[in-house]
């Protein structure tokens, strides 16, 4: 009995290290390949649909996550997403039982080693230019999946109506490229609500658009010779302050600075000189929308109403201020030639009365008459037959002296007689130009506080 018991010590260590050897050599991934004949020498797995029967259509499970939104560019109507694929589908070939092999479930294998399905984006406008997975994994059920990151450059019709305040909603139309709905069949494995929450999720943060929603839409081949495709339709919100801040608000601040130009004088040339200077800046304004709007759409955007809106109101604007001042310019020269003929007959007349008092120096008649208008009471004015030639020099000296003294007398008599020096009366045009001008600014305000209602509230509804 003891010689039994030495004997199983022995045998026993001997037969659990063989089985501990031979579960050491079935437990690796190579035995599981060996087992279902892959190995890079064989290319019938990559080359073939894997089905056994070839009329039977080939599964194919597709689920789309967005991970961020890297860029959208208006002017060449793009869409650059980066998203996370996870494509599955079934290998008839392909099947093993974990409990023969240490429990193994899932092997990884290079890419090209099995067929993968042939799906493609429509709207694909550049070629995925991140590196792609290398590795792909099989279970033991004969379940496919091959996971990928891509960067799409996509097409995508850009709606810019409401810029900055708009929505865009750009598709990924998944489909294949050679198999048709009989030999391949394409189904989404989530649903609109799933790929939407699970990718906000996986976003890490959103810069210029604001993720909104993903819907999946599945559409079934109409007939077989046709291929199921699955839409994927991504809708986003443009962040707006950055555009308010750096192109709405410095227009409308050029805008209140031309309303603020109707309180400055129209007598000057400095009115005209600002407006067109603002005019200017809402130009070049202008060509900064021109580069970031694309320039074949269906309508006009707001914004392009709203800057062409008041371009045209400041055009408007500076035509009334021409007209005014041109009405102004008018009136001024009708009062120049007003003074110039009101003032030439009396100067002409005190300078023949001189002369004729100075050439009738012979007549006494004609000297005491002259004495007696350019009488003062410092100079006396009474002249005698005696001294006729001594003072006729002397006299006219006098009368020459005293006709400027005169003349400013008599103008200050004439405006105290006619209600001491009140103000001129303003001409017909300046009164012409300054109920126009009146009128003109309650008509500018008005439309400019009905356009710009119109517009905000159309940018504001949707």
């Known amino acids: 009995m003891f010689t039994a018991f030495v004997v199983s010590l022995l045998i026993l260590p001997a037969t659990a290290a063989a089985a501990f050897a031979s579960e050491s050599d079935g437990c690796s991934y190579q035995d599981v390949l060996n087992h279902l004949g892959l190995n890079r020498s064989n290319e019938l797995f990559s080359m073939t649909r894997p089905v056994k029967n070839y009329k039977k259509p080939t599964h194919v499970s597709l689920e789309v996550l967005l991970y961020a939104i890297l860029n959208v560019v208006e002017k060449e109507q793009k869409f650059v997403p980066y998203v996370w694929t996870v494509t599955r589908w079934h290998n008839d070939f392909i099947s093993w039982d974990p409990q023969e092999f240490c429990g193994i479930n899932n092997v990884s294998l290079p890419v090209g080693i099995l067929w993968k399905p042939d799906l493609t984006i429509e709207e694909m406008a550049e070629k995925d230019k991140a590196p792609p997975n290398l590795y792909l994994t099989i279970r033991a059920d004969g379940l496919v999946e091959v996971t990928n990151d891509q960067v799409l450059f996509s097409m995508c019709r850009m709606n810019i109506y ?106 000057g040339g400095e009115k005209l000189s600002f407006k067109v200077t603002v005019m200017l800046a809402v130009t070049v304004l202008q060509l900064i929308l021109n580069e970031i709007l694309p320039s074949s759409s269906n309508s006009i955007p707001l914004i392009a109403v709203y800057c062409i809106g008041i371009f045209a109101l400041m055009l408007l604007s500076l035509l009334e201020t021409i007209l005014v001042m041109h009405l102004l310019e008018k009136d001024h020269k009708s009062q120049d030639d007003d003074d110039d003929r009101d003032g030439g007959p009396g100067r002409s007349d005190e300078l023949n ?33 005696g001294s006729k030639d001594d003072s006729s020099a002397a006299l006219c000296q006098t009368l020459q002296k005293l006709s400027g003294e005169l003349r400013q007398t008599e103008r200050a008599l004439s405006l105290l007689l006619d209600g001491r020096k009140e103000k001129p009366k303003t001409g017909y045009w300046t009164q012409v130009a300054g ?13 400019v506080v009905i356009f710009l209602t119109i517009l905000f509230s159309k940018w504001t509804s949707v």
């Open 353 to 385: 009365i001189q002369n004729d008092c100075c050439n009738q120096h012979g007549d006494p008649n004609a000297w005491t008459q002259c004495g007696i208008i350019y009488s003062t009471p410092d100079t006396p004015t009474e002249v005698t037959p």
């Open 162 to 267: 409401n810029f900055p305040f708009d929505i865009q909603r750009c598709n990924l139309s998944f489909k294949s490229i050679i198999h048709s709905a009989k030999e391949l069949r394409l189904q989404p494995s989530n649903n609109s609500s799933e790929a939407t929450e699970w990718s906000r999720d996986l976003m890490p943060t959103q810069f210029e658009w604001i993720f909104l929603k993903m819907k999946v839409t599945a559409i079934a081949a109409s007939c077989p010779d046709h291929q199921d495709v699955i839409i994927y339709t991504i809708t986003m919100r443009r962040k707006p302050i950055l555009y308010i801040i750096n192109f709405l608000l410095p227009v409308f601040f050029f805008l209140a600075l031309d309303l603020a130009s109707f309180f400055i004088s129209d007598s």
């Open 435 to 447: 109920r126009l001008n009146r009128i003109f600014f309650v008509f500018y305000l008005t439309v």
